[in-house]
């Protein structure tokens, strides 16, 4: 199982951008598709990104065109490039790592903010 630390959250003005990161431990990271999700207050927990083992990526509806996951399997690393920023965006953000056979992790979560 890997371990998972994200940051790269905070506040940001609507229309602005923020890179989350999400740092994995450990020499599997390559095999571990990975996924980004957010929570806002009230609300369950729901997928924003993944990008498989192999790159292949799928996104919410909400943020096609605004946001992109991506991975650098050297640093292994997780990134989530978010622009045009919206107030509705604003939620806890979770970092993902999923491979079959082994139990997923989780990472502990980086606060975004998007001020209207």
């Known amino acids: 199982q890997v371990q998972l630390v994200e940051s790269g959250g905070g506040l940001v003005q609507a229309g602005g951008s923020l890179r989350l990161s999400c740092a994995a431990s450990g020499s599997t990271f390559r095999y571990h598709a990975m996924g980004w999700y957010r929570q806002a207050p009230g609300n369950q927990r729901e997928l924003v990104a993944t990008?498989?083992?192999?790159?292949?990526?799928n996104y919410a509806d909400s943020v096609k065109g605004r946001f992109t996951i991506s991975r650098d399997y050297a640093k292994n690393i997780a990134y989530l490039q978010m622009n045009s920023l919206k107030p509705e965006d604003t939620a806890v953000y979770y970092c993902n790592a999923k491979r079959p056979w082994f139990p997923e992790s989780w990472g502990q979560g980086t606060q975004v903010t998007v001020s209207s």
């Open positions: 990008i498989s083992s192999s790159g292949d990526t």
